[in-house]
């Protein structure tokens, strides 16, 4: 039996580890790796269900369905796609995307911030919070670029260009000195932070196709990183980046790492099939 | 219910604060301290110079002095695993944390061991960089992932923050006594890091995301203040023999402070703690919202073991910070 099929629970969903309850992000990577493999099997469709049905009134997700409040996990789930989820589930999940912000480049922050002085975190575009009302970083940034470059394939959404622009803008000016990315705050008062491989990838990711001088500094950044790496998720994510810059080194071996949760062993899986050639973050 | 309280109270007593402070109401829960008598708060310091095998028996006895009733009960050790660099202090040191569990296990406690850090998102990856799969037997088998566990909604009570309730692993809020494992370091947002801040790993990663930034915009001082009231059943040991100076909790210096610090009431054990890295206690604001007068509390808390005057040290400040130093 396929081992992420193994691992479903009977609502349908995924759990982070076996036995736990549903959450959305390990049900959202389960699925895209599943549906990269055999799409019609029957655990695909309990788990399309599951996700449709935890979708909120919003247009967003939830990290799972005892939380009330959507959630960055709603750019996750749109990355599934449209055929998948269904034109509404799938449109209404991209509306309510693009009208997340980082709350430190909302109105009220920036009087604070014209009042006080006080700009710090505020540079560079307009990126995506994990969670309503609080700051840009760079992982839900990434992400949600990617779940719109999807949309965007399918239908033109008001004002979703304007957003990816922005939050490309947020991830070019939120890099590290080293030339990654970490979570999101490249200097702590005033001194260098260092970057991340897990966040460094994702960010590569989410830059595909763009040939700026940073996105080359960062390259070479992961492929330093890569035969070091000592997490399976870390790995997934460098080389999910730099295969989509088109930068992975051929003689890089398979991962051999183990995958400490099931949200890991899906991304592990997308980025073996990212690397024969079908990646489904970017398809 | 600080294990203090837990030895300092009957039964009856310590029941009644129990029920009577968590109350259901629909799915959330709603979590008051209730108030108790006055009483002295112990905290024992122990001079501790390295990270040898003399520290398991120490621990022991440490703990002994603290009458913890806490035979057949769930006890969670919560060390501060936020990040990891090779050779920087950031993390509680792994043969404390085991010497800790095998302390807790040998007064009869099912003790296990549970982290949420709040950075990076790969937490045993992170747990076994920082050495504790090599130090601590069957790791895995008996470490919870706090970002990833079950949630429960904790309405909070004390209102130090804008927070009205906010998202808690279960697994923090199921156990019997919380026992706090921080290092001892220097923080660039709040003065210094201890047992109160340690719990900022008991929200969950899993929905505020990594960081937590919810509990930034919310105030961290007054977060913190109102997650020491919503996790009432606490102890603290506080890693101390070697800590982190200047721009903590991640990017400062190692300053070896060659102390253990340990107690049930974790106020106590930070206030304490301040005083022997030389910053005023009177002057952290989170203690302020969390005890109210400081000065006044700290004549409260009574010293076991070394004195706060032998084992003082200096730990190096960022300068927005320095005039919170004792001189």
Known sequence: MEPLLACQNPDGGWPYQQGEPSWTEPTAYALMALMAKSPAHEGVGKGLRWLKATQRPDGGWPPQPAVRESSWL?????????????????GRGVQWIVRQTGAETGFFNRIRQFLTGDTQGSHGGDGWPWFPGTSAW????????????????????????TRLDMGKAYLLAHACSDGGWNHGAARTLDRDARSYPETTGVALLALAGDGSAEVRKAC??????????????????????????????????????????????????LAAAASRGLNPFLE | MGSRRMSGLNRREFM?????????????????????????????????????????????????AHHLNIRGKRVLLKPNLVEFEPDAPIHTHPLLVH????????????????????????????????????????????????????????????????????????????????????????????????????????????????????????????????????????????????????????????KQAGVVVAGGDLAAVDATCCRIMSIDPRRIEYLRLAVGDVAEFLGSVRQVGETVERVRTRFELIPEWRGIQLS
């Open chain 2, 99 to 254: 010497a800790a569990l095998e302390a807790f296990r040998a007064l009869g406690a099912e003790a296990r061991i549970a982290e949420g850090p709040g950075h990076r998102r790969n937490t045993l990856d992170l747990a076994e960089a920082a050495g504790y799969f090599e130090t601590i037997p069957r790791f895995e088998e008996i470490f919870t992932d706090l970002n990833l566990d079950r949630v429960a909604e904790v309405r909070l009570a004390s209102k130090h923050s804008r927070l009205r309730s906010i998202y808690l692993a279960e697994t923090a809020l199921a156990c019997d006594l919380l026992v706090s494992l921080p290092k001892m370091k220097t923080h660039h947002w709040v003065g210094a890091t201890l047992s109160m801040k340690n719990l900022f790993g008991t929200v969950s990663g899993g929905v505020y995301g990594w960081p937590k930034n919810i509990l930034h915009w919310a105030g961290i001082p007054e977060c913190i203040a109102d997650l020491y009231q919503a996790l009432p059943r606490h102890f603290a040991i506080v890693d101390g023999i070697v800590g982190m100076q200047g721009n903590g909790p991640i990017q400062g210096t190692a």
């Open chain 1, 74 to 90: 709603t750019s996750v789930v749109v990355l599934v796609g449209m055929a998948a989820l269904g034109r509404d589930p799938f």
């Open chain 1, 138 to 161: 760079v992982t839900p940034t990434a992400l949600s670029i990617l779940a719109l470059r999807k949309a965007a394939r399918y239908a033109a959404f008001p004002g979703l260009r």
């Open chain 1, 220 to 269: 070479i950044w992961a492929r330093g990183q890569l035969p070091g790496c000592r997490a399976s998720e870390a790995e997934s994510w460098l080389r999910l980046g730099l295969l989509a810059q088109g930068q992975l080194p051929p003689d890089v071996p398979p991962s051999a790492r183990p995958a400490r949760t099931i949200q890991n062993a899906a991304l592990a899986r």
């Open chain 2, 16 to 64: 009644a604060n129990a029920a009577g402070s968590v109350t259901w109401a629909g799915c959330s829960r709603t979590i008051a301290r209730k108030p108790l008598a006055q009483r002295e708060r112990l905290v024992s310091i122990l001079r501790q110079t390295t990270y040898g095998q003399d520290l398991y028996g120490e621990l022991r006895r440490l703990l002994a």
